[in-house]
């Protein structure tokens, strides 16, 4: 066939074979074996075009063709991101003709100053971005950081965070990207040069990465830097209304919404105006639901929301539905999340198999206020006025039946999320100004919220993986990245702009940030731990402490440089209280029923000094929370917040893409013992689970193992470890292989009872899932059925009349041959496909 | 015996006899998914940016697959339903064929939301030679169970019974299906038609169950009938297959005249011809084609756990029937 290339001026010409080839083998030069690497990319990315293709699409063509062997030789990714970042340099850096790695790097810094410039003249930059040393940044800039990235990585940072030309592709590098963000922050500093220099070496090191709005936001002309927003809807259609406005406009500004509605009165709940009755939550609710979807965030990913609600609110059985896949489509949630906030008086009903009241809350208007003992207190006395005959309504269940059924509903459409209000608000030290009513979007926010305040949190997370040498922290370094990233949300909040007059003031009063941490998982790897060892409970503790103890710390130098926040005084810092402090108060509030160690890992740490020093004043309210890091853990490359592994391979399904992920840890230590190429396939047909796989040994399978056969109260014990420190909570994804609602309850009645905040959304492990496509599927194998095949052995021989085979223009490209099992039953038997 | 002539103690459950179908039975039913769960508007949008090749190869393959499922519904009712004794067998055709009559109003929702000449659409596949000759190849063997049929309880009829489905289950189901969900998922690995992916991601979930069922439907059979397993038969069965496959020759060449970005007609007939193979093998047989395939990618689209942010993407792998007692 003929091809003929269109170029982006619309002209054709000849597809130019060794012009292309000569691209592939720059993106293949120094790895393993590159001449095979190069024939088999450019032979598929032949094999993919047709006659008029596109330049873009020739570019996309080498690009996956590299992509699609990445499964055999993971290698084949850096050949991906290679091409994929030359597509980002043309685009930015216009057409340049040199393969010089030192004549791309000049080029590169050459360009930034008009970069700059150009962007603040189009409107799309701050015209503060104008105040720095241009020349000193442009020398700052390190292009050889571009190979620090995976291909995900690229993808998502240009996909979703990179400013965008006219025809929404990205318009700057990723070194441009993290200098933009870097300045974006550091307006205010005394010298912003040298302190945007600090922040970019930081992020572009990939040691700690911005939270996605500041990523998206930071340097443009319209910095909405805040990725969180808590907000309560009161009781009265006025606020209902301007919640909706409200949630409008945050969405709009890329934040994702927690929204409490347990104030709102039950259906049936008499209207004061007329002598009509309420239709209850759930319909305002919908047009909630239906709102968010109508805002595209900063491009293409929907509004984002979690509803909040207490579990003793009268329509809570309708609630749990609300995710339900069948059912009037009114009554259901499509795209918003759902919460329960529960309370330690429900967890005991359940343990003591008591009965569970719910109410309508135009009745009982206090409840949503309390918690721990005094909400105990008002409960019981609502219960007697219940049972006295004095309330309009209410019902009345077994507390382990609504247990159960919460259980029932987070397995089957993984919602609601399970929260502990009590836990949240006795353990906070921010909470003098009211009560923490709901967590937010992703369940690692711990803000109090009212009529006049939405809660406001500023994230980025810190990357483990990028702190470690050898099989060693480097603490030092991570003591300084901690610093580093505190230091950053502290800026980030007086640059801010915020949407919502109420939002704006909360930012500014409770300076409230949250700094997490990523590549957990990956690190317990590197360290030669699994997941559910005595090891890694300890490596979490250790690791929080630290953290904790330097960002409050930073938090306590800023104070003493910029002041404190204006709610300082009267908080539990300002009582000279540290996280750990906040665990003892909730072990004396709800008595022997909390399983945690309270004791230091790290020596070392002298808490005793750093409680003296809280106490003279604080920057921030808040200081850490650990994100799930959906995003920025693809760009940083590696594991997300404290997730594990979720399987050796899989995929993800993401608005940037669908991506395989790979193990490279496995990789390179079956690499190490010559194990790779016996199993790559096997550990494809197993889904990423190595267990069955019989060439592996048992060392390397005790420390990689999946999300579903790691224990689930690992989870539990890794969540409860990194509770202890961090003030706010963390985003515990849950991942179950057992559908015992029994074991279920009993998993989360754990979590509870080990002082564990939040748990966010669970996976369950798919029982069934599609015949696999590149992977050796024989069903009648499995079946141990014979077929015609009965026939031949029967016959002592085949009978049938061998195949022809047909000439394929892919079976020449290489040894990729799959693997077929045998025909004969007796050889099938020795055959592990088979067996 | 899975086939004969029905008789009272048929509309017994228990005893099962067929344990394997009752299983098959109960993850359906947890499989349960609505079209409605998903949303087009940003495939829409990707939709617009296609270019003309591209959106040609989509409008084909739903003119394609929206009566395809009912065909096989139609095949499942009046050429395998009514021959079959076991009572787990017919509980799980009876959810198979509400999961066809699904997959054809899931095709039909998106026809409907999709800027698409829909009179011409459901014509095409009548007025498309290429599709209408993969249509009569059906219909050949479904018109002998229902028009000229035999005595179940002969050798012949039963090889009627077997001819029928494997021309539904294995042929179209087992071979044309999984083609035609190939070049669909294909553009989401270009990141586009994410959302319509999801969508065939439940299609494709719930047709894997439906080829477990047939392939495990005809073995048994063919166990229980040993008269059936004589070398013409295993030739004609295997002539079936292969028909099936030439006959898609000549529909991907009008699904893909030019070729669009990483696929063309050669390249889908390759991966026809390697499922074939597969499918050959399933049943006993020996493969034809020893051909690779092509679609490496699709290890990333289907062949392992797929992690979704599902803020961004419809989490396809929950299931529905949750084990409430537990106790």
């Known amino acids: ?835 | 015996m899975l086939v004969g002539k029905a008789s009272p103690e048929d509309y017994n459950l228990h005893p099962a006899q067929y344990p394997w179908a009752r299983e098959l039975y109960d993850q359906a039913i947890a499989n349960t998914w609505y079209p409605h769960e998903i949303p087009l508007k940003e495939d829409l949008e990707d939709f617009e940016n296609m270019t003309e090749e591209e959106r040609h190869a989509v409008k084909f393959i739903m003119a394609f697959f929206n009566p395809a499922e009912l065909i096989v519904n139609r095949s499942l009712a009046l050429g395998v339903y009514p021959y079959l004794k076991s009572a787990e067998c017919h509980l799980y055709l009876v959810k198979q064929m509400w999961e066809e009559a699904n997959h054809c109003v899931a095709f039909e929702y998106v026809l409907e939301t999709f800027p698409f000449d829909r009179e011409t659409i459901y014509n095409v596949h009548m007025e498309t030679p290429s599709m209408k000759a993969k249509e009569d190849f059906i219909n050949k063997y479904m018109i002998r169970m229902t028009e000229t049929n035999l005595d179940i309880e002969t050798p012949e009829g039963k090889k009627d019974f077997i001819r029928n489905l494997v021309a539904t289950n294995v042929v179209m189901e087992g071979v044309w299906f999984y083609s035609g969900f190939m070049v669909m998922l294909s553009f989401r690995q270009r990141n586009k038609l994410r959302n319509f992916a999801s969508m065939i991601n439940w299609v494709l979930r719930d047709e894997s169950l439906h080829l477990k069922f047939g392939i495990n439907l005809i073995l048994s059979v063919l166990e229980e009938n040993q008269e059936l397993l004589t070398e013409d038969f295993a030739k004609e069965i295997r002539d079936i297959i292969i028909e099936g496959v030439d006959r898609e020759v000549a529909y991907n060449k009008d699904l893909f005249p030019k070729g669009i970005l990483g696929l063309n007609a050669d390249y889908v007939n390759q991966y026809v011809q390697h499922i074939a193979d597969r499918r050959l093998e399933e049943l006993g047989l020996e493969p034809h084609y020893n051909v690779t395939n092509p679609a490496k990618w699709m290890s990333t689209a289907t062949d392992v756990y797929e992690l979704v942010n599902f803020f961004e993407q419809q989490n396809t792998n929950y299931e529905v029937n949750a084990n409430a007692s537990g106790e």
């Not at chain 1, 130019?16 to 990315?45: F, M, Y």
């Open chain 1, 1 to 835: 066939m003929n091809i003929n290339v269109t170029h982006r001026n619309g002209e054709t010409a000849p597809f130019d074979a060794d012009r292309i080839n000569r691209s592939i083998e720059l993106a293949c030069r120094g790895l393993t074996d590159p001449i095979s690497k190069v024939t088999q990319i450019a032979t598929e990315t032949q094999l993919a075009l047709y006659d008029g293709v596109t330049t873009e699409e020739l570019d996309e063509a080498t690009i996956n063709s590299a992509l699609q062997n990445v499964k055999d030789d993971p290698e084949y990714e850096i050949a991906a991101t290679r091409l994929l970042l030359k597509t980002v340099y043309k685009r930015v850096l216009g057409d340049y003709e040199t393969e010089n790695e030192a004549e791309l790097t000049r080029l590169h810094k050459e360009h930034f100053k008009k970069y700059v410039a150009q962007n603040i003249a189009d409107g799309l930059f701050d015209e503060r971005m104008a105040n720095f040393d241009l020349d000193a940044l442009a020398d700052a800039l390190d292009l050889s950081r571009d190979h620090l990235f995976k291909y995900s990585g690229i993808s998502t940072l240009l996909n979703r965070y990179a400013t965008k030309d006219t025809q929404q592709k990205p318009a700057e590098t990723p070194q441009y990207f993290f200098m933009r963000v870097a300045m974006g922050l550091s307006y205010n500093e005394k010298n912003p040069t040298e302190q945007a220099i600090k922040f970019y070496d930081k992020m572009s090191r990939l040691e700690y990465i911005a939270g996605g709005s500041t990523n998206i936001s930071a340097g443009t002309a319209r910095p909405a830097l805040s990725n969180c927003f808590l907000l309560e809807i009161h009781d009265d259609i006025d606020h209902i209304a301007q919640s909706i406005s409200d949630i409008i406009k945050i969405s709009k500004s890329t934040g994702g919404i927690g929204a409490s509605i347990t104030k709102l009165r039950a259906s049936g709940s008499p209207l004061s105006s007329n002598n009509t009755t309420s239709s209850g939550p759930t319909p305002f609710a919908k047009i909630i639901d239906t709102a968010i979807r109508a805002i595209q965030r900063g491009g293409k990913k929907k509004g984002a929301l979690c509803f909040y609600m207490e579990n003793w609110h009268l329509d809570f059985d309708d609630y749990v539905d609300w995710r339900h896949n069948a059912g009037d489509d009114y009554l259901r949630m499509r795209t918003a999340n759902t919460a329960v906030w529960m309370s330690d008086e429900f967890m005991n009903r359940v343990h003591n198999d008591q009965d569970w009241y719910m109410f309508d809350p135009k009745e009982v208007p206090d409840l949503n206020e309390l918690y721990g003992p005094a909400f105990s207190k008002r409960y019981q006395e609502y219960i007697e006025l219940a049972e006295s005959g004095k309330m309009r309504t209410f019902k009345k269940v077994p507390a382990r039946e609504q247990y159960r059924k919460i259980l029932v509903a987070l397995q089957t459409t993984s919602h609601p999320w399970l929260t502990w209000k009590d836990t949240v608000n006795m353990r906070a030290l921010n909470n003098n100004t009211g009560t923490i009513h709901m967590s937010n979007l992703c369940t690692e926010i711990c803000l109090p919220q009212d009529k006049d305040n939405i809660a406001v949190c500023n994230l980025a997370s810190v990357n483990l993986t990028a702190h470690i040498k050898g099989k060693e922290v480097d603490w030092q370094r991570l003591e300084e990245t901690v610093r580093t990233g505190v230091r950053h949300l502290d800026n980030l909040i007086d640059i801010n702009e915020l949407p919502i007059p109420q939002a704006a003031k909360s930012d500014r009063e409770n300076r409230a940030i949250g700094l997490g941490m990523m590549g957990f998982a990956d690190v317990i790897e590197k360290l030669g731990f699994s997941y559910d060892s005595q090891e890694a409970y300890d490596f979490t503790d250790r690791i929080f402490e630290f953290m904790s103890y330097m960002a409050i710390d930073e938090s306590a130098n800023l104070a003493q440089e910029r002041g404190s926040y204006a709610h300082f005084e009267g908080s539990a810092w300002s009582k000279g209280m540290v996280p750990i402090d906040s665990l003892k108060v909730l072990v004396e509030q709800r008595g022997d029923t909390i399983d945690v160690d309270l004791e230091s890992k790290h020596k070392g740490l002298n808490w005793d000094i750093l409680r003296r020093k809280v106490q003279q004043g604080m920057r921030n309210a808040t200081l850490m929370a650990v994100a799930p890091n959906a995003n920025i853990g693809l760009v940083a490359g590696t594991t997300p917040g404290i997730d594990p592994r979720f399987a050796q391979v899989f995929s993800r399904n993401k608005i940037s893409g669908k991506y395989l992920d790979i193990n490279t840890n496995l990789v390179d230590d079956l690499k190490e013992r010559g194990l790779w190429e016996k199993v790559r396939n096997q550990i494809i047909q197993f889904q990423g689970d190595i267990e069955p796989i019989a060439e592996i040994p048992q060392d390397l399978k005790d420390v990689y193992k999946t999300s579903f056969s790691t224990s689930p109260y690992a989870y539990i014990e890794v969540a409860s470890r990194a509770q202890k420190w961090v003030d706010q909570a963390l985003s515990r994804n849950m991942y179950l292989e057992t559908r015992d609602i029994n074991e279920i309850m009993n998993i989360y009645s754990t979590a509870w009872k080990k002082g564990v905040k939040t748990t966010y959304y669970l996976h369950m492990k798919p029982r069934h899932t599609a015949e696999q496509s590149t992977i050796s599927v024989n069903k009648r194998a499995s079946l141990g059925k014979s077929g015609f095949a009965g026939l031949r052995s029967a016959a002592g021989a085949s009978s049938t009349p061998s195949a022809t085979p047909v000439p394929s223009p892919v079976g020449e490209q290489s040894a990729q041959k799959d693997f077929v099992c045998p025909v004969d039953p007796q050889e099938r038997l020795q055959c592990d496909s088979c067996q």
